[in-house]
């Protein structure tokens, strides 16, 4: 079983959906959270890291639950800028600083 | 503006021939680290350095080699010994201890071995 599992998709969602992608991990040792996005032929930036009580940053809003090892990504009010791939990460137990990263979720919104 | 830079952005190269790519950061990050993607698939850890002086092997070091001289810099070669060089490589940094763990990446190399 992968570390770090994600729905490749493609999501395809029109302009304005609401769009939510989920993440699981193996590890239930793990610590850190975040996503990732990356876009066609560039390198992955950080979007937003993921807290236990759910946060918040405009429109996206992303959610841990621990006991079922799950993370998930809701984006808002979808605008074309948003098509990209979503990396969901997971920060290794006692192993340093690396970071263990999913193979990603594709979105392309559509006009 | 602080920030991590990576050339060249396309590189090609004769099997065979040994290759290094090149990192710089000024973030003054202490860890730095070097994945590979290939396509539809998430980063792979090749190396990473922690401090100055020390790096440790990643999941797939094979057929790679790394030195961590400066603080700013971890040039990556591709050896000959790397069976399928061709991929997207690249270089991150984070801060060596503490939080935030976030790691922030250059720009990526492409290398074609034909």
């Known amino acids: 079983r992968k570390e770090v599992e994600q729905d490749p998709g493609p999501f395809n969602v029109p302009e304005g959906a609401t769009v939510a992608f989920n993440c699981t991990y193996s590890?239930?040792?793990?610590?850190?959270f975040f996503w990732y996005r990356q876009d066609c032929r560039k390198e992955p930036k950080l979007l937003m890291s993921?807290?236990?009580s759910g946060n918040e940053d405009g429109r996206f809003t992303a959610q841990l639950n621990r006991a079922s090892q799950y993370i998930s990504l809701l984006i808002r009010d979808s605008k074309l800028s948003d098509s990209a791939t979503y990396l969901c990460?997971?920060?290794?137990?006692?192993?340093?600083?690396?970071?263990?990263f999913g193979s990603g979720t594709q979105l392309t919104v559509l006009p | 503006d602080g920030g991590i830079t990576q050339s060249p952005k396309y590189l090609f190269r004769k099997e065979g021939q040994n290759v290094t790519l090149s990192c710089e950061q000024n973030?003054?990050?202490?860890?730095m680290y070097w994945y590979r993607q290939d396509p539809g698939q998430g980063l792979r850890l090749i190396y990473y350095?922690?401090?100055?002086?020390?790096?440790q092997k990643g999941d797939i070091a094979e057929g790679y080699s790394v030195s961590r001289e400066k603080k700013e810099s971890f040039p990556l070669t591709v050896t000959s010994a790397q069976k399928n060089p061709t991929a997207f490589y690249l270089c991150?940094?984070?801060?060596?201890?503490?939080?935030?763990?976030?790691?922030?990446f250059g720009p990526g190399t492409r290398l074609t071995v034909t």
């Open positions: 590890n239930s040792a793990s610590q850190s």
């Open positions: 991150a940094s984070s801060m060596g201890t503490g939080v935030p763990y976030e790691q922030y």
């Open positions: 993921v807290y236990s």
């Open positions: 350095s922690q401090i100055v002086n020390d790096f």
């Open positions: 973030l003054n990050h202490d860890a």
């Open positions: 990460v997971v920060k290794r137990s006692g192993s340093a600083r690396q970071l263990t």
